[in-house]
C-alpha cells in the first residue's frame, strides 16, 4: 500500500522572523541540534493560540481537515516544548505549503497574476513586462469579472465535444455533457485528441 499523497497546507503569511534562540546563564552547549518547526505548524500554532480560532475553523483556513489539523498542532506543541525544556533553538522553515499571496491585474495585456515571494514588490507584470499593474480587488470587480467573455474553447480528449470557455472556471474541473470524461482547454500542452 503506498502513502497517501500529502496536500499542501495554505499559510496566510511568511512568518516575520526565521526562529529563536535561547539566553540566559545556564544556556546548553551551541552544538545541540535546533528544532525544526514547519511553516504549517507555526500556521497552526498561529491560527489556533493566536487568532483563537477552534481546530475546525483553522482545519478551513489552512485547507486541511480537522484531524489533520489537530497532528499538525500536536506535532508543533510538542517540539515547542522539546525546545523549551532542553534549551534548543528554533527555526521555523521548511514543509509542503503555498501562500496566500495577493494578486495583481496588468491593465496592458489584462492577465492576473499573484506574487508569492510577499517581501519582493510587484514593479511589473510577468507576462508582457507592462508596469500599468494594480492590485487586483476581487471584492469590489467581481460582478464585472462574471461577465468577462472569453474566446477559448473547452475540449473533451475523448469523444471531441466542445463549448466555450467559461471565465473563472477551469476546464480541468468541467464535465463532458457526453461522455462523462474531464474536459482540457484546446491547445493546452495537456489536450491530447
Known amino acids: 500500500m503506498s502513502p497517501r499523497i500529502k496536500v499542501a497546507r495554505k ?3 511568511v512568518p516575520i522572523i526565521k526562529g529563536f534562540i535561547p539566553y540566559g546563564p545556564e544556556t546548553p552547549q551551541k552544538d545541540l541540534e535546533f528544532v525544526n518547526l514547519l511553516y504549517e505548524e507555526y500556521e497552526a500554532l ?3 493560540d493566536y487568532d483563537l480560532l477552534n481546530h475546525h475553523q483553522a482545519s478551513v483556513m489552512m485547507g486541511v481537515s480537522r484531524p489533520t489539523f489537530t497532528r499538525i498542532y500536536a506535532v508543533a506543541l510538542q517540539k515547542i516544548a522539546k525546545a523549551f525544556v532542553e534549551g534548543r533553538q528554533i527555526s521555523i522553515e521548511g514543509g509542503k505549503v503555498y501562500f496566500d499571496s495577493d494578486w495583481y491585474h496588468c491593465k496592458k ?3 492576473y497574476f499573484n506574487n508569492p515571494e510577499k ?3 510587484v514593479n511589473c507584470c510577468p507576462l508582457c513586462g507592462s508596469k500599468r499593474v494594480d492590485k487586483f480587488d476581487y471584492a469590489n470587480s467581481h460582478e464585472k469579472v462574471e461577465d468577462k467573455t472569453c474566446m477559448d474553447t473547452c475540449s473533451c480528449p475523448s469523444c471531441g465535444f466542445e463549448q466555450m470557455h467559461q471565465f473563472g472556471q ?10 462523462q470524461s474531464l474536459m482540457k482547454r484546446k491547445g493546452s ?4 485528441k
Open 109 to 111: 495585456c489584462s492577465c
Open 189 to 192: 500542452p495537456h489536450y491530447i
Open 119 to 121: 517581501e519582493k514588490p
Open 46 to 48: 498561529r491560527l489556533s
Open 170 to 179: 477551469p476546464c480541468s474541473k468541467q464535465i463532458c455533457p457526453q461522455c
Open 11 to 13: 499559510v496566510s503569511n
